[in-house]
Each structure stands twice: as structure tokens, then as C-alpha cells.
DNA sequence: GGAGGTGAGGCAAGCGCTTTCCTGGCAGCG
DNA sequence: CGCTGCCAGGAAAGCGCTTGCCTCACCTCC
């Protein structure tokens, strides 16, 4: 591999000077010897070695994003948001999947720390772990603490710059809108308890339904996976359970698609007999058949306002933004059947 | 930021001995020594600078990945692959998404290379593009003559390690399906024609209705970007101007689920006016309405081969593996209607 | 008791680059 | 003609870490 000194020999150079050309530096230096350097550049194919720059440079660049998973598209569509700010302040990403599973997202906030990167973004959802939450905290102080940025999206339990999606707001508009179309025997397919996201959907959920004096008894929440494989079993296990609902909410777009392939697989009419109801508005839901009536949360919006709270100095005081749910009325609702429907298993 | 020689002088040792017990070298040292710099390690909340561990060692660890786009089911799911197998044998992964721009892509050859990747991985269709070939191809070879690996995934431009999904294969299995079913009248809603992932599954379905007699003229051809809006926009397009087709075959799955939400909005029953074929088998495939046929590619496996390949040092002749494509029979295809189907519109 | 052996720990030389500070040459000026 | 000022280019000091080699103390054995 060719190195700085190779590229300052062969152009007959100090290796300072190569350096200067090569950065673009502000010190001057003669179109000869410019030329010369960049001819032995383009000679050499030579490439800077990004780590012995990073570690002469004092400059911290690079930018540390945990995700649950980006290929699971309510990651995807976040982190396009934080691409596109990133991407316009020329830093590079760092991306890791911690697969839902808190030790590892203990483990990439160290590796993180270990690239130096100036900035790091927690996105997907906290957890309800006070041990966790507890280490997590601490490692973040000490990152902070040497100058580091942290930004989250979408968790309590880190006290710094945040951007919220207002999942409770999205659960009461869920719950309005069943309340209006008549639905009183609600069932819901949730994600996993420990998720502050599945809680706090859930809550609002709640509360929508207790305005008008209706409770959501525990039997009717079922817990699985926040994807597409939880989303069927839940259902399944939930309309054995309790024949009587007219209305399935999801508690993530994921799952509503598993809801209405298990329906559709027990030929229940959606909406006619029952309606589901999703949550995020990922791409894919309006081209399921029915097309998915959900709670639109703006991910783009949240990845790009998560970087631009890391990359921005910061106040003194923390800031949180809370972004707007807003309901998405598609085909998978409609008005609760006058009679308990008829299963056909 | 704490660095080794703070431990080192918190623990009253010498960076060396410090080093050797973080690093669990096999050099021997002392339990006492050891413990006080553990302890001095975990006061300070020392992390490694791995930039500068990566210039200290000369092992270069990492591995690069280029893809179009993670969030891309097609790629997410190669990504698993690679992942897994990365895992298992205690390397990053460095993703980059080039969104189909030849000149990202060709930039990102040369960040991975400044971060000294062991490996670097092309996922994604080539293109036809000779200029950009050979530029490719130079860069490549540069990062190769200093020890890099580099492997491909479905690319033919690069003589190296590769595997190659059989897209043409599966071209051919698509056009003895529809030949099969009686269709006589197909279009196609392809990707751009630059990809050669388009070329290779178009010159395969040829092929199988040229065996049976039938040819595909251009126009019943239409090209657009290889995601869902493009599959929307070229389905009308087609429709519109060859009302006689009774089967649509979309080059991968992302375009066929723009084109049944577009016979959707335009009330064209699937099958029964017109059949619908995908490519690639995405997982949401089966979760459409109709579920869609479509030509399984083993998507996962080719990512993890792939990584095998770029980490295994090598054979001295380059290896090719091409992973088999495999019809799956879903509903959105069935027997060609007997007459022209009545449009809607 | 001295030679030789052993093993823990430290010294210091890098890894490839940036950047501060210095040098040496030249023009400009009194 | 000698001095000052300026400027392009180079020497060298790190950045934070690893690791080959050396030292030194302590044993062991003849």
C-alpha cells in the first residue's frame, strides 16, 4: 500500500508538502511541485489511510448511529432523514444494528467511542430495564463528558437532546377513531413489553378508550415481536381468544400486515367483519390489500432533526422535540358490524 | 478522552504492560499489575482509540460492503448474509449505499480502501457502462495489488471471486410459466436498462418465449426505476398502450407490487384478467393481495457466500458460484383469460 | 559463589499522517 | 551593500497505540 512518504519521493518532495497539496491546505505552495505531487498521486493510486488521519488530525468527523435493524423499514425511513442531514455536513455514517438486544447496544456505543466519532444517535425504542438503563446512562455520560454528542429518538430514560414521536397521541387518535366507527370490542397486537414504544402507544391507546368509558382489558393485549411473524401469531392467538372483536390495532404497520394475512387466511372480511388498524405508515402499507389504515409518524423528519440536535453545538439546557402523529384513514377500517361477526373457524 | 498512558500512569505501570493486559496479550503479567490496570481502566472508563490500534497492528480487520440501498428488501436481506457470517468471525462491517450512482460507488471503493477494509464486498447489479467499468475495474485492481480481497455479487464486469444469482434462469422459468398458463400477449415492467440485472432476467424470459415460438418486441418493454413507483408508472404506461396483455411480468418484486396497486386503482382483477409475476421473492411477497408469484433467489445465502469468499484467502483461479433461481406459484398468476379482458378504464 | 537461565516489565521504535516551527533564499529598501 | 521582511518548503514532533528487544532481578545448578 503506498504511503504519503512514497508519493512525496517519487515526487521529490518533503512529505509535508505532499500533505499540503493533497489536503488542499491553505499554506501556498508552487504549481511545480503541486503538479508533481499529483502526478505521483494519480501513479501510485494512492489512497490516505483514513485512521493514521483521523488520529493526526484532532478533528473528530464521523457520526455513530445504533439502530433496532435499517432494514426493517421504520429504521430505513429514519435513517434516510439522518443521511440526508449528514450527508449535507459531509460526515460519514456509522451504522449498527444492535437486533434489539441491550447488551449489544451497550457493546456499539464503546466500539463507537473507539472511532472517535464526534456524535452518536440512539434510534428505535428504549427499554423499560432500570439496570440497563442505568449502564446505558453511564456509558453515554462518559462519551459526553470527553466532548462527545448525543442525540436519541424516541427514549425516556436519556436526559439530553431528543426528538419524540408522539406514540401517545398516535394510540388516543387510534382509539377516537375505532370509538367513532363504533368498534367496542377492540383487541390489540402489541409489541414486546418491555418496548417504551409499545407502552406508551399502548397508553394512549387507553386513555382514548377510557374518555369514553371503555377499558381495554389485559386478556385483550397480546405481546409478540414487533414484526410481521409476531403480528400472526398474536392475532391468532387473540381472535381465538376473544371472537367477539370487531377491531384489531397493531401496534406497528409490521404487525398489521401479519393481522390481515392471518385474516385473510381465515377468510375474515376486513373491514366488514373486522378492522385493523395499523401504526407508522410505513411505505408498503398503502399497497396491502386493504390498503392499511394507520397512525403516520414523520420518520424522515425525525432521523433529520435527531442529526441536526448531534450536529448542532447544543444548548445548555437539553432539547426535546415532539413530533406529530397524525391518523392516516385508508381501507382496513370501517364502521363495526351490527352483530358479532361469523367466523368461519 | 482518556488514553492509554492516563491508565498506564493511574495504574503505576508502563503503557506497554498496560496494553498487554487490556489487550490479552500472551505475554505474562503479574495478577497484582493486572488488576490495578483493570481498575485504573474501568475509573477512567478507558476505551481503546481504534484508530490508532488499527495503525499500530498491521492487521487490517474490517470489511467493506457497497450496495445500492440496505433498506432495499433485496438488499437488506443480502446484508443478513453477510452479516452473519461476518459475525462469526469477529468483523465489522462497513455498509455504504451508492443508491445506484456509478460515481458513489467508485468514491466508496476509495473510502474503504483509506480504512485499510480487509475485504470489499459488491453488492448489486452492474452496469452497462464501459467507461465506468474500466474505472471500476482500476480501482479494484489498485486495492487488490496491496492485498485487499474483493468478492461480487451478480456483477460480471470484475474477473474475481463472485456469486451470481441465475437471473437468466429465472427469466426462463418465468416465460415457461406464463407459456404454460396460455398467455400469448406479456409485457414486462422492467428495471433501467443500464442494470445488467435487467438485461440478464429479460434474455432469459426471451429465451423461453422464443423456444415456444414467441417474441417479446421492445415496446412491450418498458423500462423504469426498479422500486415500487416505477413499477406503477411503467404498468400504466404499458397498459395503456398494449391493452390486449394478459400477463405482466415485473423484474423484481418491489415494480410487481407497484404494478398490482395500479391494476388495483384501475379495477384489473388479478388473475383473472391479468397475471402479475415478480422477481427476487422479498419477504413481503407473500403478504400482498394477490400474494405474488414470483422466482425465489436465495438471497441470504448469496450474501453469506459472498463473505466466505472475500475472507477465505483464496484460490489462485477466481471461484464463481451461481445460486439457482426457483419458481414460486402464488395468486397473483393463473390461466390467460379466453378473450381481451374488458378494462375498467 | 559464580555462571547461566528464566521471566516480568519497560524502552523505544515505529504505524502513516498533520502541522508547527524553522530555515534558507530572495526581493525590497535605506 | 547590508539589513529586514517575506515566503516556499522541510524537519520534526507528535496523535495513541503495539511489540520486538533489552534489562534487571531472582533462581538454579554446578
Redesign the interface.
Known amino acids: 500500500?503506498?504511503t504519503l512518504s512514497d508519493v512525496a519521493r517519487r515526487a521529490g518532495v518533503s512529505p509535508a508538502t505532499a500533505s499540503r497539496v493533497i489536503n488542499g491546505s491553505s499554506k501556498p505552495v508552487t504549481e511545480e511541485l503541486r503538479e508533481r505531487v499529483l502526478q505521483a498521486v494519480a501513479e501510485l493510486?494512492y489512497?490516505?489511510?483514513?485512521?493514521?488521519q483521523?488520529?493526526a488530525r484532532s478533528h473528530r468527523t464521523a457520526v455513530g448511529v445504533i439502530v433496532h435493524d435499517?432494514?426493517d423499514?421504520y429504521f430505513?425511513?429514519i435513517?434516510?432523514g439522518l443521511?440526508r442531514v449528514a450527508a449535507d455536513q459531509g460526515r460519514?455514517l456509522?451504522?449498527c444494528?444492535s437486533y434489539r438486544d441491550p447488551d449489544r447496544e451497550l457493546e456499539y456505543v464503546?466500539?463507537l467511542?473507539?472511532?472517535?466519532v464526534a456524535a452518536i444517535i440512539l434510534a428505535g425504542s428504549g427499554y423499560h430495564d432500570a439496570t440497563f438503563t442505568r449502564l446505558l446512562n453511564?456509558?453515554l455520560a462518559?462519551y459526553e463528558a470527553?466532548?462527545g454528542r448525543v442525540a436519541v429518538i424516541g427514549r425516556h430514560e436519556h436526559s439530553g437532546d431528543a426528538v419524540m414521536p408522539d406514540n401517545r397521541t398516535g394510540g388516543r387518535l387510534i382509539g377516537a377513531e375505532l370509538y367513532e366507527l363504533g368498534h367496542r370490542e377492540i383487541g390489540v397486537v402489541a409489541g414486546p413489553a418491555v418496548l417504551t414504544t409499545t407502552t406508551d402507544r399502548l397508553t394512549g391507546l387507553r386513555e382514548a378508550l377510557a374518555a369514553h368509558g371503555l377499558s381495554l382489558p389485559e386478556h385483550r393485549v397480546r405481546h409478540a415481536a414487533f414484526d410481521?411473524d409476531g403480528g400472526v401469531t398474536a392475532t391468532a392467538a387473540l381472535l381465538d381468544a376473544e371472537p367477539e372483536l370487531t377491531a384489531i390495532v397493531a401496534l406497528n404497520d409490521s404487525m398489521a400486515?401479519?393481522a390481515?394475512?392471518l385474516l385473510?387466511s381465515r377468510s375474515v372480511a376486513v373491514p366488514a367483519q373486522v378492522s385493523v388498524v395499523g401504526f407508522d405508515d410505513m411505505?408498503?402499507a398503502?399497497?396491502?390489500?386493504p390498503a392499511l389504515t394507520t397512525v403516520r409518524l414523520p420518520l424522515v423528519e425525525m432521523g433529520a432533526r435527531a442529526m441536526s440536535l448531534a450536529l448542532d453545538p447544543g444548548a445548555a439546557a437539553p432539547r426535546v422535540e415532539v413530533l406529530p402523529a397524525e391518523m392516516v384513514r385508508r381501507d382496513s377500517t370501517g364502521p363495526a358490524p351490527e352483530v358479532t361477526p361469523v367466523r368461519s373457524r
Open positions: 500500500m503506498a493510486q489512497v490516505p489511510n483514513a485512521h493514521a483521523l488520529l435499517v432494514s423499514p430505513a425511513e435513517t434516510r443521511q460519514l456509522m451504522i444494528n464503546e466500539l467511542r473507539g472511532q472517535q453511564e456509558k462518559a470527553t466532548g410481521r400486515i401479519g390481515l394475512t385473510r411505505p408498503i398503502r399497497d396491502v390489500t
